[in-house]
């Protein structure tokens, strides 16, 4: 599903939801970088909290499933001084748009300030940023095989820490890219920044169709994939998404795709490795890879706390104006 | 199972545990329409936060699942600054009464200030009410058949937004009033508040034995049953209540006490349309009515936040005296 | 698994973990005593909340469900003004241990200050306080059989209380001794404290191998192993935790084993009775003493919550030096 062009961003141009990394332009994904180096330091500090977001309601809707990013939303929101809840919804319980829209409307008329939004459903999130009144804001926490746009630009945070001009460098992305919306979201938020090299690598199974409109190379060869790359990011191999006839074993992939030190001697000596987590050891990664000094996967899930908190204070800041 | 005398009251009538509207005063009645009147606001702030339970524990003890009633319970408390600790309980777990008492006692223990109960059996809050100690206060968040009496206040509070003159008004309730805790609980607040004309309105096998002795009329047809009304109250069609026997299909039921444009042309022209939510579309209402002008669904979602904050810091203020 | 030496304590023997009562000196432990009693006031207040932990994150890592033990964490955490995360994983995803370090370090990686830990399997607290980086605490919320430090604390306050003088005691504890973690870290911490009396009293097939060598008497008679005790500390029985074949039936135990008003005369006529809850009412013990002067069993409770919270902020201060 298409976002439609203006729905992310208010009259003046500024980020009221943040549903996709699509539509967005260079000045505003950089400005969410800046904004996110401000608040690295609160996750560091004696006392973790800023009043940001003190008085607001900010409610965790996830109609999936997942300890982890609704953690990190929670941290980010907790440290912002906001109040937070907590709402799991099964899915099945309210797959009918309309029922949808009633527990949206209702949660709405309680005052919440933000949703975060999971759902297996690609789109969902749009749809309940075009129900929620003006002045309420929503944030898509992965969104089907569409977007994962925090995840994104968290990776983007990371990148820019250790290789800040993003116009030198060529990124290879490997693993389920058909499955994935971080890849989704990955490709283009790299592309608005002005990365000239992107790549993925995957078999022919996992590419989905006509991925090279995107303005990415695709290659069946890890060692070609990733040769001279700058950055590697490897993606979760998602079992529960596939359709078995896909996938290869663990171990099959592992052998053809997976990343060990013998492979990334191909990318550059002083190539970064990120990985959105949490990783299969053994399976798409090597584990003496993720744990070496390339491997970043660890300074990405801290990062993720200061770029949630800075997508979370401006959309609150412009959704306020 | 009846409230007894004083348990809600402390011996200068002051409200310290709030199980059910029978036995309240309308002077209490209007007291906390009167006192969340001024919680309205918060809700609309910046910071929807008064510090009026600072540092006090409310515990949702809810033995029945209900993430609706909980959220708000739990946004109340929030904004009213409390800590608030949700433990759902597998009633199963604790049928017997003793030991429902040794966890109460517990909890207790843990010097909790309020105890917000749900649970499917009638009488429950008010079994734990007997059990605290002096200072802790109870709130009925729903026991079986027998009491909603915060729903049954924030309807009252919207109510009387709409048409201030409790005294001039017709009132039908139209739906499953046999299963109905929400219904049983607004005829006894209509009736003190002085409401002249209450009425309820389904099929035999849905009107409970004796219901008129509660000084409500009793109609078949809902064109007759809402004739001249100022208030329709829609109930929810709970199937996992009702035995089968008892329920037509959804479709048939809408076709006789479904409210739609045509049914609701013989209440007065200015009537409001209410419901405890959330609403099944097209079983008990019709969807372009619940999304009218005249439906205040939402409306009573947003009170249902400033009648709780009203209630709790009501019951705690008394409490600590 | 033994703790080995210094894990707990930093290089200038303070407390920066708290995952056993073994190799604690008797200074640290009445230290925490100490510390504890100033916190008890801090529930009876009107504002139950000190800032001692304003801005730091708590996680509650529960690998094991337990409701009471969570809330009472968690309500130390919140009056402590910390942020508390709670964090339920299904051992069952995580059983290598590489796969919980890998979710240690992410959870870590959001900048933790500290992991309550509950896990089915000996030794996982100090797995994880070996994990963390300085300046993050672990505190042993129950693992396996080996320790429940925390729950050995509570006790020995509630003891001090009515008891004070440590080196003057008799204290039996009885019931399943073989399967319990609560009894381990008791009669460490009594042995510590200078209790020169201490017994456990059960049946054989519940007595564990060697249980002498910590310096206990072994009984298998009740009035015998409670004669002139001035404390009995009755333990819940694990139904779940037993081979069908070591355990006979709840009625015949309590015939045995069970703590009755005729038994309990064979203690000393102002001997305290104690229970870590929840109690099996005609199991362990009869609802006569469970409800008498005697027992503490509520008492344990509210010590529990003023001595996590003594645990808490002294762990977290000495962390960050």
Redesign the interface.
């Known amino acids: 599903m298409m976002v439609k062009k203006n729905i992310q961003l208010d009259a003046a141009g500024r980020l009221k939801h943040f549903l996709s990394i699509e539509g967005l332009s260079k000045t505003i994904l950089i400005n969410i970088l800046d904004h996110a180096e401000t608040f690295t330091s609160v996750?560091?500090?004696?006392?973790?909290?800023v009043p940001l977001l003190?008085?607001?309601?900010v409610v965790n809707l996830f109609f999936e499933a997942s300890?982890?990013t609704r953690?990190?939303f929670?941290?980010a929101a907790?440290?912002l001084s906001a109040?937070v809840?907590n709402?799991n919804?099964d899915a099945s319980a309210t797959s009918k748009g309309?029922?949808l829209a009633?527990?949206l409307?209702?949660?709405?008329?309680?005052?919440a300030d933000m949703f975060i939004v999971r759902h297996q459903d690609s789109g969902a999130p749009e749809f309940i940023a075009r129900l929620v009144s003006a002045g309420v804001s929503v944030i898509n926490a992965g969104d089907g095989r569409h977007a994962h746009p925090t995840q994104a630009m968290l990776d983007m945070f990371t990148i820019r820490k250790h290789k800040p001009i993003f116009e030198n460098l060529a990124v290879a992305i490997v693993g389920d890219i058909k499955h994935s919306r971080v890849a989704r979201s990955e490709i283009h938020a790299l592309k608005i920044l002005g990365v000239p090299e992107i790549r993925v690598v995957a078999p022919k199974t996992l590419i989905p169709a006509e991925i090279e409109k995107l303005g990415v190379s695709v290659h069946h060869d890890i060692q070609q994939g990733i040769k001279d790359a700058d950055v590697v990011i490897m993606l979760r191999l998602q079992k529960e998404r596939m359709s078995s006839a896909l996938l290869p074993s663990g171990s099959e992939f592992f052998n053809t795709y997976g990343l060990t030190s013998k492979n990334l001697k191909a990318a550059k000596p002083d190539a970064i490795v990120m990985h959105p987590?949490?990783?299969n050891?053994g399976i798409e990664i090597d584990?003496a890879i993720a744990d070496s000094k390339q491997s970043l996967i660890?300074?990405q899930?801290?990062n993720?706390?200061a770029v949630r908190m800075a997508i979370m204070s401006l959309v609150v800041g412009n959704a306020?104006l």
Chains 1, 2, 3 share one sequence.
């Open positions: 996750g560091e500090r004696a006392v973790k909290k003190r008085g607001k309601t300890t982890r953690t990190t929670e941290l907790k440290r109040d809840m709402i919804i309309e029922s009633d527990t409307r209702t949660l709405e008329a309680m005052q987590g949490p990783i050891r584990s660890l300074e899930v801290a993720g706390i306020s």
